[in-house]
């Protein structure tokens, strides 16, 4: 199939009902700037486990319902002992079953890594199991290092998977709406659970970038745009000025949509903050280095010996989380917005605690006065 061709067909029309809330643009709560979300790695703190960061994202995901945060995405990364998010599609499931109205999805799903039938198959049965509540964010880099791409990908795959990711997009979308023209090789393939089975929703698809590449399609596209400003944040205003310049209006959206990832967290002190910060630097530090391991503990991050470039980079990476008390989480958050126009946050926090993590999603929805928790949201 031709990239452009096909491409066209991405940007179609994703909305069930008119009587249904927009899939895409969120709902601001309380003094909130804008729509605030939730983006989940499942981090596994040192002395803990996978099991337990799983119970922490279902908590996350709950609280996170209760006071009116949009959406809850988890990350696909791989071959990070401090990552436990390997399988989105898993983790989405579980969360679905233990919410009912808050949007779920995957932010992103690294499309190169996967066939786009088995995308479109899982998550045509997400959208089954939580109608109308899924989100497709796909992204073009591998989510983890190149020997372990490759060992996803298969031989021969991995130096061509990312500039193929036009085409598996437009594959994707294909299968999503079961629509491969006659005479096409697929034509009689369909994604099950899908539209072969009768009238049936799917999820927005996103797409996820940290360069101008995702910003550009996703504008020529008219599809809603997230940047990773969490860790590339000197690209995020090139890249939203680049969305926003090759927008062009779609079945989707009239007009941009741009989240950004924003690395954040409020505790009831500013040191407490800090000490949590602290740890999540010093994990991206060793991956950074080759040596990724569990998020090490707050005393484990303070006594750590760093060398004067270690300590420049976690110095840098601390700069670009919005940390400290709920006041000051506040005027981070609210000057971010100020300065990116950004129509969503979608707040992370890399920290050891996984209860210092659900305590920040509490404290930044008390400071924003989002809806309390067991109110209507």
Do not use: C
């Not at 809330?21 to 996978?50: C, K, Q, W, Y």
């Not at 899982?122 to 989510?143: N, V, Y």
């Not at 976690?314 to 006041?327: F, Q, S, Y």
Request: overall charge negative.
């Amino acid at each position: 199939m031709s990239d452009t061709g096909d491409l066209e067909n991405v940007g179609r029309d994703t909305t069930q009902d008119a009587g249904r809330p927009d899939p895409v643009r969120g709902i601001r709560h309380g003094r909130a700037p804008v729509p605030l979300s939730v983006l989940d790695l499942v981090t596994v703190g040192a002395g803990s486990t996978a099991h337990h960061s799983l119970r922490t994202s279902v908590a996350i995901s709950r609280l996170a319902e209760s006071r009116g945060y949009q959406r809850h995405w988890v990350a696909e990364h791989h071959s990070m002992p401090g990552v436990a998010s390997s399988s989105p599609a898993v983790v989405l499931a579980h969360l679905a079953a233990h919410t009912s109205r808050i949007r779920l999805g995957s932010g992103g799903v690294m499309l190169p890594n996967h066939a786009p039938l088995a995308v479109a198959e899982q998550f045509g049965t997400l959208e089954a199991l939580a109608p109308g509540r899924i989100d497709l964010g796909l992204g073009r880099a591998p989510g983890t290092d190149g020997r372990t791409a490759a060992a996803l990908r298969g031989p021969g795959r991995l130096d061509e998977a990312a500039d193929e990711f036009p085409r598996l997009l437009a594959e994707l979308t294909r299968f999503l709406d079961d629509d491969f023209p006659a005479g096409h090789p697929y034509a009689r393939v369909h994604a099950v659970p899908g539209p072969v089975q009768g009238a049936a929703g799917r999820p927005p698809l996103w797409l996820l970038g940290s360069s101008g590449f995702s910003a550009r399609l996703a504008g020529e596209l008219g599809l809603p745009f997230a940047y990773a400003h969490h860790f590339s944040a000197a690209g995020t205003l090139p890249a939203l000025d680049l969305y926003r310049q090759t927008f062009r209006p779609s079945a989707v959206l009239a007009a941009p949509y741009a989240l950004i990832g924003v690395s954040t967290l409020a505790a009831d002190t500013a040191g407490e903050a800090r000490a949590q910060v602290r740890t999540g630097a010093l994990s991206m530090l060793k991956l950074r280095t080759g040596r990724p391991g569990l998020i090490p503990t707050p005393e484990e991050a303070a006594s750590y010996g760093y060398s004067p470039l270690e300590r420049e980079f976690v110095d840098n990476w601390m700069a670009n989380v919005v940390h400290g008390t709920p006041d000051e989480v506040r005027a981070g958050l609210d000057a971010l917005v100020a300065r990116t126009g950004a129509d969503e946050l979608m707040l992370t926090g890399n920290a050891h605690s996984g209860a210092a993590r659900l305590r920040s999603y509490e404290l930044v929805a008390d400071v924003y006065g989002m809806p309390a928790a067991g109110a209507p949201s």
